[in-house]
């Protein structure tokens, strides 16, 4: 993100008022992507499976238990019962909220808590719609949780991304209707779910560190130049 970040006008075109904004955790608040692929690396090479960036870029936004059926995709061994998967998926948190016992706020962008001030003194509503269970324990870790006016994530959802429900419910426990929030995403999965909901949303380019809209065609003012 860069200081462009902070120039904001809450309205779109027609005239409704935006009035909160949903973010995605992974990828936009704290990338944990080198985390999640040792403990993915762990499972796979356990089962004789290829595994590589490509495969787990595939991952990025998807609930762990589609994430595994993905891995699996290169299994070429025994047929494995839904208790066996459980197993192996429970053995892939296991190991990866060890690594994230590891994770510190200075390994944050500053300017994530200081935005998320900077948008919480202009009485927009902050939430987080995020398919990981471990989101509460990972913004716990970061010391920003009191930053959050809600938070939807992998412990309240029965389907993730990219079905909305995730934003759905954020919106939902923000008191708001989804169509007076912007959601922060850049998986794969969490724009799929967000054209699917058809509301205004921002794609974080992690190159630029810039916001770019996408998606609805309503004209959003709401920008990052």
């Known amino acids: 993100m860069d200081g462009s970040f902070y120039r904001l006008d809450s309205k779109y075109h027609g005239g409704k008022l935006m009035r909160g904004i ?5 990828g936009v608040i704290i990338s944990t992507d080198k985390l999640h692929y ?3 690396k762990k499972i796979a090479d356990k089962l004789n499976i290829a595994f590589d960036e490509t495969i787990n870029n595939r991952l990025r936004g998807v609930s762990r238990m589609d994430s595994l059926e993905i891995i699996l995709e290169g299994y070429q061994g025994p047929a494995l019962s839904k208790m066996e998967k459980e197993k192996l998926a429970d053995e892939k948190n296991t190991f990866y909220v060890e690594l994230l016992g590891t994770l510190h706020p ?3 962008d500053p300017q994530v808590p200081d935005t998320l001030q900077y948008l919480r003194k202009k009485g927009l509503k902050l939430a987080i ?3 990981s269970k471990n989101t509460k324990y990972i913004l716990h870790q970061l010391e920003i949780e009191n930053l959050f006016d809600a938070v939807s994530d992998g412990t309240n959802i029965s389907k993730s991304k990219p079905d909305p429900e995730v934003f759905i419910k954020a919106a939902t426990f ?3 209707p989804p169509e007076e929030c912007i959601v922060v995403e850049d998986a794969v999965a969490g724009l799929a779910a967000l054209k699917a909901l058809k509301v205004i949303f921002l794609k974080f380019l992690k190159k630029t560190g810039s916001f770019v809209t996408l998606g609805t ?3 959003c003012e709401i920008y990052f130049s």
Do not use: E, P, R, V
Request: aromatic letters at 16%; proline letters at 0%; charged letters at 20%.
């Open 217 to 219: 065609g309503k004209y």
């Open 22 to 26: 949903i973010f995605d955790l992974d």
């Open 38 to 40: 040792k403990a993915w």
């Open 106 to 108: 200075n390994q944050m």
């Open 129 to 131: 719609g995020s398919s």
């Open 174 to 176: 923000l008191n708001l």
